[in-house]
């Protein structure tokens, strides 16, 4: 007995299983990291021991004369394992799928929504009950669906990960920071950089406008005058620097 499923179901099965795909890909990623790069809780290390010709010049205390000579010289090579294999996550870029869907029992639905006037709001089909079928097949009920999944990072996500990538690498964040600007508290400059906020520049972008301004002076405990004021120390700052 073939059991039907609401037509929303059906369009959100490839989408979910491209998902759990990636999702299972990551844990075997992880698996192979674990069994080859760690063990008790540390990176496993590759170490090389070998010998160099080295050439060594000295001066003859007798006649003052440089002289050079080859010696051998052992040295050692230690690096994680980690770095030398090509141990990366498979992900998912591109996803083509077609399939046919018959809808059984049409079903609609009003669309809820608590900012669109209610006499403006139209209904929705996506709660009828349909079921996979051949694609070969037509009939009045049944659609050809071709669907086309791509990867693409959200700006948000993409701009956490470059932060993070920053702050890993210890690269110094431009520019004068809000600890130089003149007048402002150290407990201040502390919940400034608790909020992301680590440099004179990135002060003024974030007190550009007047919502985010006196969002920041309520967290500051201070008035929006005195975050004007701070604006202006900060561009005599960055005039500066």
């Known amino acids: 007995m073939v059991r039907l499923l609401e037509t929303g179901q059906l369009f959100a099965l490839p989408l979910q299983s491209a998902v759990r795909a990636q999702n299972l890909a990551m844990q075997e990623t992880m698996a192979v990291i674990e069994t080859m790069g760690i063990e008790g809780g540390r990176a496993k290390t590759f170490r ?45 870029q591109e996803m083509e799928v077609d399939f046919g869907i018959e809808v059984v029992e049409p079903k609609t639905e009003p669309i809820r929504s608590t900012s669109i006037p209610s006499t403006v709001l139209g209904s929705t089909l996506a709660g009828s009950m349909s079921v996979f079928t051949a694609l070969g097949q037509s009939n009045p009920t049944t659609m ?17 990960g470059d932060l993070l990538t920053d702050l890993l690498s210890g690269k110094p964040e431009a520019g004068p920071r809000v600890d130089d600007i003149p007048g402002l508290p150290a407990e201040a400059a502390t919940t400034l950089k608790d909020r992301g906020i680590f440099t004179a520049s990135a002060f003024l972008e974030a007190t550009k406008t007047t919502e985010p301004k006196a969002e920041i002076a309520k967290a500051l405990g201070v008035s929006r005058g005195e975050i004007d004021i701070w604006r202006q120390e900060s561009r005599k700052l960055l005039k500066k620097a």
């Open 48 to 92: 090389l021991k070998s010998e160099r010709l080295v050439e060594e010049k000295e001066i003859d205390p007798a006649t003052g004369q440089a002289k050079s000579r080859v010696v051998v010289q052992p040295f050692e090579l230690s690096v994680p394992l980690l770095a030398l294999l090509p141990v990366s996550p498979i992900q998912l």
């Open 144 to 160: 050809k669906v071709h669907m086309r999944i791509t990867k693409e990072t959200p700006e948000g996500i993409a701009r956490m």
